[in-house]
């Protein structure tokens, strides 16, 4: 059997990535270090693999997706997009998820790229240190984030959603709705996605002339239980008039803690998420929302590993735009606090 990256990596005592890239002619590896890893090689009879470049002519029958939570409503619909995508170039579809944790996330990628894999295309965030712990052989030829924003410094594509814009929308929206209080319900701390949609709401906000403020910021897990305990926390303190929560699995959790404390959502309080998952469609209230255009973010990210792996490195980002989708549980909020009040004034 042949020899594998790890297997001279061990050998020499260095990483993965040092010999990965040693032996692609990367940058970041000196002279006397390359010789060294390819006289090694050779020594172990190991055999350099060239399956992950032929995705475009169609000889190569498997792409990877990795997820980071597959009950997320979102990451399924992504899923049967990249497949659908992949399937039309002949390909099929090997899919992991990892639950947000990093160890999985690292034996996801070390996993396929172990099984030759086209290429791989990731829904969760990663970091130099996670790329270093893997084998730069597959993922240098074809890796591609959905999603989420590519690291700095790494070359790699992304198909991303403009989710300042998303927050953007949903903070110009509350003041329509006639809102002044808003309390932001958001994910993890560290979540650039969570962090942008923030932002978004502020600037949204700021529409209102200083009418409307975010008066409480809290963050948890991107989980309906996350949702739950951070609008306890949230109505110990105060009973705002909006909240926005960065995921729609988060609303639901709000919309469970806002119907145990008696407060209707709508009338009361408004609400909305984030996604346009299909079950905020069906909740008691239909829960406002921002649509990510998920099947569009699928087969770009396809596209652009097509292009990655006929050796193009020029394919760049492709930056996507959402849209709100409004229902009752911020437009019910509005007959009550905008057009109630106007109809008094003309009676």
């Not at 090694?40 to 997706?65: I, N």
């Not at 002949?90 to 290429?119: K, M, Y």
């Not at 209707?264 to 929302?289: E, K, M, N």
Request: include cysteine; proline fraction near 4%.
């Amino acid at each position: 059997m042949a020899a594998t990256i790890k297997q001279i990596a061990g050998r020499l005592n260095v990483s993965v990535a040092t010999v990965s890239r040693a032996l692609n002619d990367l940058p970041g590896v000196g002279e006397k270090m390359r010789r060294k890893v390819r006289r090694t090689a050779a020594e172990l009879g190991y055999v350099p693999d060239f399956h992950a470049r032929a995705l475009v002519s169609g000889k190569v029958p498997f792409l990877g997706l990795v997820v980071p939570d597959i009950t997320n409503s979102f990451f399924p619909a992504l899923a049967l997009a990249v497949e659908e995508a992949a399937a039309a170039s002949g390909q099929s579809l090997i899919l992991l998820n990892t639950n947000w944790r990093r160890d999985r996330l690292a034996q996801a990628l070390e996993l396929l790229s172990s099984r030759r894999v086209s290429g791989l295309i990731v829904a969760e965030p990663l970091d130099a240190a996670i790329l270093d712990s893997v084998d730069l052989e597959t993922v240098s030829n074809g890796l591609v984030l959905a999603g989420v924003e590519a690291p700095g410094g790494t070359g790699l594509c992304s198909v991303m959603v403009d989710d300042r814009d998303g927050g953007m929308q949903v903070g110009r929206h509350l003041v329509e709705c006639g809102a002044h209080r808003i309390a932001f319900v958001g994910g993890p701390s560290e979540s650039p996605n969570s962090r942008d949609r923030l932002e978004g709401l502020t600037i949204g906000l700021g529409i209102s002339g200083g009418a409307a403020a975010i008066v409480s910021v809290t963050d948890g897990a991107w989980t309906e239980e996350s949702g739950y305990r951070q609008a306890d926390r949230l109505l110990r303190d105060m009973v705002p008039d909006a909240i926005f929560a960065a995921n729609d699995l988060l609303a639901i959790g709000v919309m469970r803690r806002l119907v145990e404390s008696g407060i209707a959502v709508g009338r009361g309080v408004a609400l909305a998420g984030y996604d346009d998952t299909h079950v905020v469609s069906l909740t008691s209230v239909p829960i406002t929302s921002v649509a990510q255009p998920t099947a569009q973010v699928g087969s770009l990210a396809v596209k652009l590993l097509g292009q990655m792996l006929s050796g193009d490195s020029g394919c760049g980002d492709a930056v996507l735009k959402p849209s709100l989708v409004a229902r009752s549980s911020t437009l019910e909020f509005s007959n009550l606090h905008v057009l109630a009040p106007r109809d008094a004034q003309g009676a």
